[in-house]
């Protein structure tokens, strides 16, 4: 599961507000309620489902052959999940009528019979699924849990397909089918899907058979002979354009809008190349049939890795002109697929081990970036992580945990974040052959069934010859991180370096094996050492003093860091230190001091190898330095032209257009026209800063096409400063038409802008309501509400102070009026 939101904004924004709301909370009650694996009493061992939609009603009639045996002490009763469903008939697979007793939850069903341990017995159902009448709250990683969605089934929403899809994860699946809805419960499956013929389907496994029907619908069967867990079953129903790929023999399938067949393989292309790699270095071959990818309509998260059936959220589909500026959605396809191994072939036994799928999908993330586009980009996707869970303020949770208010719960920047960083320590403590030999043994070990933490540990033991009890007791069953303060002090007499490392996080200190560079020149000695105290002092030996002593040299460590180098420190790093946390960090410290040799560093850094740190560099210049600007000038007009990377490009010219200088002129209208929607965007905001008349002229004609992104908002802001209420034509279709991401909260401050500028009563409301839907579409723990209040107070703002100058002060009042009854809690 990659986490609708979290992913994108609310670690960098939310996630804050989203600890202290649960720091807050008060019920404290689960804090004493252990959550226990789930007991075994009966195993599921095959399902096998017929249904049918009513697209009218948004129910699924379902009938269920499902086959169970007891996992060890004898039985005459099993329990299902059920969730909101009508139960018809229960009978042994024979015929047999059974005794039950239903709940609105749970099924209780008398088998008639005591079965020992190990037989197989099957129960018949016949039932109706109604998710639209059951209610219950999501998560941070999905937003709602009925589990069987219904997308304008009856087409009464214009410009929306009618889709059907399900989401299994955490325990939704038995909404729609009846099952032990848990987590270390496995299953093979077969699913018969009767749908309007115009439909194609999705289902895990392959498909068996697909048959026409004479009242114009067709049944197609899905089967999976491979067993997985319920929370994994999956079904999609639409009409999707279907791209066939393949990896060897395998079936690689994408499943998209027809408007974006011409770029499924540009969003999904890498898939082949993904299962390559990761099957190479876990050496443990991809073990499904099939990759199926599916991109849903309101989907409810970021995107599930069912098994060979794998659903993205609308937000996947980028257009060609996107692409350009990179595919956004790559880690997440990297991180579905590896769920395969990690969380679909072995999968946490219970929530409370969560960390067993998600922490290697996300750290899936940065091998596949490390691979495919170098160390660099790797290193960039692990500190962006780390920041996201630092941010949280989630550092009193262990990464394993057996007390949490909700299940839901645990998925959060601990299990993603901490979980994915966590496994790059112990990827570097262990060395990499050691490292994927133990994920090769955990998955040989428990193929096909479920495991928990101790099992990944016990792996790496038997590989490594070492006792990790001290790293899994620290890392995965204790909370927080290191916070460091580095000192250096230097005996010339002695030749010896003292490296003075205070721990100053709460509670005990953390043993940190490190790596520790030492430079003289362009020569660089490592040592090894051990922080196990709440302050450690390091001696090293020198013949000169040192230009540099790198401590974490191999910049792994999860932690807050406070290194008390100097500029000429700083220098070296960024010379001499290969890594891209060592360029960024002598970026952050040069960016702020006001000395000639830091202004070279940023420079040089704003011509950086790596596209990334480029564009960082050129975030932290501080303009408001003549001396800096100045100096810069001629490199930012050389990377805005010629920079090959269209996000640097972009960053360069947004730059470059604080110079109000009219000999970038041509350039800005040259690059007005750049495929990149980033640079079209910066290069409008330049050509606006020269010459506004010519600007605005470009802003109209370029809002009669598409745009998305950064386009989008140049256009809104110009035709806002110019007064022309058409911005917000041009800003709310795009706005409305948005799934929930970053891109879309990225339109929220232009769309509030021009609200507060607009007279017509009609739009305001209309505008209004888009940014209130936003709100409501987002859990309420992310804290979205405040900021939004904010933005609807700033417009109550404006309104009052136009009111107050106005010929027809009614008008204002009545959008005043409206604005203040969609405050949160009005």
């Not at 008390?564 to 960090?585: F, M, V, W």
Request: aromatic share 12%.
């Amino acid at each position: 599961m990659k986490k609708l939101f979290c992913a994108l904004l609310a670690l960098a924004f939310f996630l804050p507000l989203a600890a202290q709301t649960e720091a807050s909370a008060q019920d404290t009650s689960w804090k004493h309620l252990y959550r226990e694996t789930p007991e075994k009493i009966n195993d599921l061992v095959h399902t096998k489902l017929e249904v049918r939609f009513d697209y009218d009603k948004a129910y699924l009639y379902g009938k269920a052959w499902i086959t169970l045996a007891p996992h060890f002490y004898p039985t005459d009763s099993l329990t299902l999940d059920a969730k909101g469903m009508q139960i018809n008939k229960v009978t042994l697979a024979g015929g047999k009528p059974l005794h039950y007793v239903y709940d609105s939850l749970k099924l209780y069903i008398n088998l008639g019979k005591t079965y020992k341990g190990g037989e197989k017995y099957t129960v018949f159902i016949d039932y109706v699924s109604k998710p639209n009448e059951y209610k219950v709250k999501g998560s941070a990683a999905i937003t709602d849990a009925k589990g069987l969605y219904f997308i304008n089934p009856k087409g009464e929403e214009k410009n929306k397909p009618t889709q059907i899809w399900t989401q299994g994860e955490t325990e939704a699946t038995s909404v729609w089918c009846p099952t032990i809805d848990r987590p270390n419960q496995k299953s093979t499956q077969e699913i018969s899907m009767t749908v309007p013929a115009k439909y194609v389907t999705l289902s895990n496994g392959a498909l068996t058979s697909s048959k026409k029907n004479a009242d114009g619908t067709r049944t197609d069967t899905w089967k999976m002979d491979l067993p997985h867990a319920p929370y994994l079953f999956f079904m999609g129903v639409g009409d999707f354009a279907v791209i066939k790929d393949k990896y060897k023999n395998k079936e690689v399938n994408y499943y998209v809008e027809h408007e974006y067949a011409s770029v499924a393989r540009k969003i999904f292309g890498h898939t082949p190349e993904m299962i390559g790699f990761f099957s190479r270095i876990l050496n443990y071959e991809y073990p499904w049939n099939k990759f199926s990818q599916m991109v849903g309509r309101d989907y409810v998260s970021g995107a599930m890795e069912n098994t060979t059936a794998t659903l993205y959220q609308e937000g996947a589909q980028q257009d060609a002109r996107e692409l350009i500026d990179g595919n956004t959605w790559e880690g997440t396809i990297a991180h579905e697929l590896f769920h395969h191994w990690f969380g679909d072939l072995v999968t946490s036994e219970s929530w409370s081990n969560l960390t067993l799928n998600e922490s290697f999908a996300n750290y899936s993330q940065v091998m596949w970036f490390e691979y495919k586009y170098g160390k660099d980009a790797g290193d960039e996707e692990n500190y962006s992580d780390m920041g996201g869970y630092l941010r949280s303020e989630s550092d009193h949770k262990n990464l394993v945990r057996y007390y949490y208010p909700d299940k839901e719960a645990m998925f959060d920047a601990v299990s993603y974040n901490k979980g994915g960083r966590i496994l790059h320590m112990l990827r570097n403590y262990v060395g990499d052959s050691a490292f994927f030999k133990s994920l090769h043994l955990y998955l040989t070990t428990n193929k096909f069934k479920s495991a928990e933490a101790h099992q990944l540990r016990m792996a790496f033991e038997e590989i490594t010859g070492k006792d990790l009890n001290w790293f899994w007791n620290q890392w995965y069953f204790g909370a927080g991180h290191p916070v460091l303060d580095i000192n250096y002090v230097y005996n010339d007499e002695k030749h010896e370096v003292e490296v003075i490392v205070n721990q100053k996080q709460e509670g005990a200190p953390f043993i940190l094996p490190i790596a520790v560079d030492i430079y003289e020149g362009g020569k660089k000695e490592r040592k090894q050492a051990w922080l196990r105290n709440r302050a450690d002092t390091l001696r090293f030996s020198y013949t000169r003093r040192p230009d540099l002593v790198n401590v974490d040299a191999d910049k792994v460590l999860l932690a807050e860091k406070t290194d008390h180098k100097t500029l000429e420190n700083y220098l070296h790093q960024y010379k001499y230190a290969a890594n891209y946390l060592d360029r960024r960090e002598a970026i952050d410290f040069a960016a702020h001091q006001n000395d000639p040799k830091g202004l070279e560093l940023m420079k040089t850094a704003i011509k950086d190898k790596y596209h990334g740190l480029r564009t960082y560099a050129i975030s932290q210049l501080n303009m408001q330095d003549e001396t800096v600007r100045n100096a810069v000038e001629p490199i930012l007009a050389d990377n805005a032209a010629k920079d090959p990377k269209s996000s640097a490009r972009s960053a360069a010219l947004s730059l470059l257009a604080t110079y109000r200088d009219p000999k970038y002129k041509s350039l800005f209208e040259k690059y007005i026209h750049d495929s990149s929607y980033s640079v079209s965007g910066s290069a409008l905001e330049g050509l606006f800063a020269i010459d506004s008349s010519a600007a605005l002229g470009y802003a109209k004609k370029l809002s009669a096409y598409p745009a998305k992104g950064k386009l989008v908002e140049s256009i809104t802001g110009i035709l806002i400063s110019s007064g022309d209420e058409t911005g917000f034509d041009v800003i709310s279709n795009v706005f409305d038409d948005m799934p929930p991401s970053q891109a879309k909260f990225n339109l929220l401050m232009p769309l509030t802008e021009i609200l507060g500028k607009m007279r017509d009563t009609q739009k305001v409301k209309t505008g209004v309501d888009m940014i209130v839907s936003f709100r409501e579409s987002i859990p309420e723990h992310y804290g979205l509400s405040p900021f939004i209040d904010n933005l609807l107070q700033r417009i109550i703002s404006q309104k009052e102070a136009a009111r107050q100058t106005s010929m027809a002060p009614a008008v204002f009042q009545e959008q005043i009026d409206y604005l203040r009854s969609k405050l949160s809690g009005k």
